[in-house]
Every structure is written in structure tokens, then in C-alpha cells.
């Protein structure tokens, strides 16, 4: 544990902790009432009224030149310079409040030739353990030598915005620019806008240097095979990449460059709601001392988490260092990918369970990034429901989505990679009315991925949907695979299947100048 002078940035406060160990954070965070011990050996902490990401009060500084590069509109919302100087100065001065305050020094990228560093300055000690897991956390050699950092977070969550300054939403503002290279947070204490915020960066620096940033999962068999898992929050990809069997990447952020894959992060960030030992073991075991635990209920007396309870959040949320996972792959690398796997949480439970996708039907479905958004991820979602999220996480790219899928087809061309759509979501009706897809079924089916068996598998294809979707898996009852056999009113199915490819073509409108006529030939025919 070092001090670090932050005069340049405007900061005055003398008594900075950088990169303190976890067992001081823990003490510090205890000490300032900012979370407790539960019985597993986590720190249990609280964001305060944001209990997910803002995307509404995300901004991006319009400012040449990165202003020509940035995908303008909903989802990267401008900003003058003007006003991000002047949220910068509001946390600054808040800073300036503390009679302590905490750095996290790391990295970004574990691929040396791709790696940036990055400083985190923030208020809270458990903001600082939480970034300690999830940057990828440097030696002491690396340490004294860390120098200048490529970009600083400034972490104010504590101080609201002033809503009425311009081009503000609300009291809540997260910004970033890409000249000055800060990104300065204001109204929210979710600890996953710091960890969202170097993924932007990232998403943003490596296709400028011709690599594949991906919001996506990863890990690798016995024999050097990768697969990648697409997804949003709540479709599995943290779940579903953690198999004993296989050895961890990452669980949710990686780029793809011509030596292969590597991860960004140095820590996972998994969802705890309904989380079992039996379900998700590995996941379980991994909150233990120097995890942070985000808005879950426990037992006051036996400090022990109820998993199951949703009162204060569905979006309950653990982080912990990736090596936490008995088989992580350290340095998290890989090779090429053998499968790309697009997960999927369809809310209206018409999508097989398991297709495979052509070359071409794998950029539709990269673009369109069709799932449903999961209670509690973002503010304000209450139940699933139907959205398109370009590249599965629009709400963290900063280039047109055409820009990620042409890096994304350039890879899986040159390496002879293998996509699959798969659902995690509803089966036997939608939402409301049929249940969750078995995970033992959606183990089952990525087994059969992995062992090359569902490659070979006969496949039929899906009358509206054009998937190619196999007859048998191991593991998976027959009858499970095509989805309207699960449905008790076959008309119903029928109906929903061609709402949902009608909401497909709609979304695709908005691409389709950009795509090639194969592509979008690979969309529903209704």
C-alpha cells in the first residue's frame, strides 16, 4: 500500500490509500459503515437508490477527433465540453470534501501488446476493492513503474449532478471523454458503472487498431478449444462459462485480435439472484474473503445471504478476482475460438433451445442481439421484456454495430469458427406462462457443442426463423429441441413465433443499408 499525489487532477486531499491490500479495505470499509461481513467472508455492501446501470445518463463529450468515430444517438449521447469541465469540477470539488480518498491502479487487456493502464479515484473503500478485483491487478514491480495512467475514473457517485445544468437527464450523470481520457461519475454508487466504463473505453480503442472487442464470456477445453459466449446480463454467460470441465477466461469482457482471445478484466461479476451451490458451484465457492457482495438481504443474526431475496434488487451482484475460480486460466488467453455461442433469454419462448447458424445468419443475430432485458439489470425493467441490443451490448459500444460485426465475420472467416444461437430463456410459452429453459438442458446441449457431437447432428430448419435446428442432443429430450412442441396450443406458438420475427425484420430495418444482401436474407421470412 503506496500514497499517490493527485494535485495535477486538482485533488488536495493529502490521505490517498492506493491500491491498499483487500484486508485493509475491508477494514476501512467496516470501520466507515460501508458494508459488513456475511458468513461466507464477503463484504456486503449497498449502492443506495441505483441499484443497476443508468444508460439514459450516459454521456460521450462530442470532440474531435473521436467525435467522427462514435456511433451517435440513444445509446452515446452527446455532450459538450463545456459541461463535462463542469460535472468534472463537481466531483473534483467533492473529492476535495473527503478526509480520505482511495486509488486503484491497473490494467486493462491481459494481452501486453493491448493493454492500457488505468486509474481509479473514488471515495468509498469498497468502490476500491470492487475495482481491485475487476482490473487486472498489476505486481509491485509494476506498480512503482506504473507511471502516467492512459485514462482516469473519477468516482463521485456520493454527489449528484445538478440536474438543471445543461444536457443533464436527471441527478445522475456517468461521462466520458475519449480527448481528455477521464470519465467522471456523479448520482450513482453502483460499482458497475466503473467496471462499464473501461469496457467502453475499450470498445472504443481496439477496433481503431483492427481488434474485436466483445461483450461476451469465454473459456477453454482440455485441448486448447475456445468458445465464446455472447449475451446480455441475466442470459448466462457468467453461469454458463464456468464449467469445472473447462478452464475460465472470463465472464464478460474479452477482444479477439490475430494472436486469439484474451479477457480485460482481472475479476467476475456475477449474479447472485436464486445463486445455489448445487446450480452454480463454482460461482458459490467464489464469494469468500475479498469478494464484494452488491444489495443482497442476509440474516442479521448468522450473517448468512438469503440469494433468493429480491427486496431491495433482482440485480444482486457479486465481484471477485478471476483465479477465485478453481480452473481460471491465468494469464486469461486463449487461442482462436472453435464455437461462438450467441446466448439468448427469449421472453416470448418461441426460439429452440440450440441452432446453428450459417456464416451469414451469424452476423443477423450478432447485430441484432435479440434477448430480453432481466429484472433489476437496468433501473426501472420490473419484468423481462423483448428488446435488440446490437452486437449483444450496444449499451456498451461506441462505433455502428456493422463496425464490430465485420471484425466479428473477418474472425470467424479466417479461423473456421462455428456460431450457435442459443436459449436460455422461456420454453413451453412465454413469459408468464411457460418456465425458465433447464439448465441442466442448456449444460447438456453446450456439452454436445463442445464434444463436436451437435456439429454432426442432423439438423431441420425452423419455417420462419431459417435456423438450422438439430433433431437429437444428448442430455436433451427430443421434444425439448423444437420449441413448439412444447407449447400445449400450437396456433399460439404460431402467433408468437411471427410476432417476434416481425419485431426482428423492424429492428433490422434501421441496418439494413449497411448490410450486405446475404445477411439480410438470413433474417425470419414471414
Not at 372 to 389: C, H, I
Not at 395 to 419: D, N, R
Request: net charge neutral.
Amino acid at each position: 500500500m503506496s500514497t499517490v499525489d493527485l494535485s495535477k487532477y486538482g485533488i488536495k486531499v493529502k490521505n490517498v490509500l492506493r491500491n491498499a491490500a483487500p484486508s485493509v479495505l475491508y477494514e476501512q470499509a467496516l470501520a466507515r459503515g460501508e458494508g459488513e461481513f456475511v458468513a461466507s467472508g464477503a463484504l456486503a455492501a449497498r449502492s443506495g437508490q441505483k441499484t443497476g446501470r443508468s444508460p439514459k445518463d450516459k454521456r460521450i463529450v462530442d470532440s474531435a477527433p473521436s467525435n467522427a468515430d462514435v456511433w451517435w444517438g440513444d445509446v452515446n449521447i452527446r455532450l459538450s465540453e463545456k459541461t463535462f469541465d463542469v460535472n468534472k469540477q463537481r466531483a473534483i470539488d467533492f473529492l476535495n470534501t473527503r478526509d480520505q480518498l482511495y486509488v486503484v491502479d491497473g490494467f486493462a487487456g491481459w494481452d501486453p501488446k493491448y493493454q492500457i493502464k488505468v486509474r481509479i479515484v473514488c471515495l468509498n473503500a469498497y468502490h476500491a476493492l470492487f475495482m481491485h478485483n475487476m482490473l487486472i491487478r498489476p505486481t509491485a514491480d509494476q506498480l512503482a513503474s506504473f507511471g502516467d495512467p492512459d485514462y482516469v475514473i473519477f468516482n463521485s457517485g456520493l454527489f449528484p449532478a445538478n440536474p438543471l445544468t445543461n444536457e443533464m437527464s436527471s441527478s445522475t450523470s456517468v461521462d466520458l471523454s475519449f480527448e481528455k481520457k477521464e470519465f467522471v461519475i456523479l448520482g450513482t454508487q453502483y460499482a458497475g458503472e466503473m467496471k462499464k466504463g473501461v469496457f467502453t473505453i475499450m470498445n472504443y480503442l481496439m477496433p481503431k487498431q483492427g481488434v474485436m472487442s466483445m461483450h461476451c464470456s469465454a473459456n477453454e477445453g482440455k485441448d486448447g478449444d475456445v468458445s465464446l459466449f455472447f449475451g446480455l446480463s441475466g442470459t448466462g454467460k457468467t453461469t454458463l462459462s464456468a464449467d469445472p470441465r473447462r478452464a475460465l477466461i472470463g465472464d464478460d469482457e474479452h477482444c479477439w485480435s490475430d494472436d486469439g482471445v484474451f479477457n480485460i478484466e482481472g475479476g467476475c461479476y456475477a449474479k447472485c439472484i436464486n445463486l445455489s451451490a448445487e446450480n452454480e458451484p463454482e460461482i458459490y465457492n467464489a464469494i469468500r474473503f475479498g469478494s464484494v457482495l452488491e444489495n443482497v438481504v442476509y440474516d442479521r443474526p448468522t450473517r448468512t445471504v438469503d440469494y433468493t431475496d429480491q427486496s431491495i434488487t433482482e440485480n444482486t451482484r457479486c465481484s471477485y478476482p478471476v483465479e477465485y475460480i478453481p480452473n481460471a486460466k491465468i494469464p486469461c488467453v486463449g487461442g482462436h475460438p472453435k464455437n461462438v455461442i450467441f446466448l439468448t433469454c427469449d421472453a416470448f419462448g418461441v426460439l429452440p433451445p440450440v441452432s446453428k447458424l450459417t456464416p451469414e445468419q451469424a452476423m443477423y443475430h450478432f447485430i441484432s442481439g435479440y434477448t430480453a432485458k432481466v429484472a433489476g439489470t437496468e433501473m426501472g425493467v420490473k419484468e423481462p421484456e423483448a428488446t435488440f441490443s446490437a452486437c449483444f451490448g450496444a449499451a456498451f459500444m461506441v462505433w455502428h454495430p456493422t463496425k464490430y460485426a465485420e471484425l466479428l465475420a473477418k474472425q470467424i472467416a479466417a479461423h473456421g469458427s462455428q456460431a450457435w444461437l442459443v436459449n436460455t430463456g422461456w420454453s413451453g410459452g412465454g413469459y408468464g406462462v411457460g418456465k425458465r429453459m433447464s439448465i441442466k438442458h442448456t449444460r447438456a446441449i453446450l456439452d454436445a457443442i463442445h464434444d463436436g457431437s451437435l456439429a454432426k447432428a442432423a439438423t431441420a430448419a425452423d419455417p420462419i426463423f431459417g435456423v438450422h435446428v438439430p433433431t437429437t442432443c444428448n442430455g436433451v429430450p427430443a421434444e425439448v429441441l423444437n420449441p413448439k412442441n412444447t407449447w400445449a396450443d400450437k396456433a399460439a406458438y404460431d402467433d408468437k413465433a411471427k410476432h417476434l420475427a416481425g419485431l426482428f425484420n423492424k429492428n433490422f430495418a434501421k441496418f439494413a443499408d449497411r448490410a450486405s444482401d446475404a445477411i439480410k436474407g438470413a433474417g425470419p421470412k414471414l
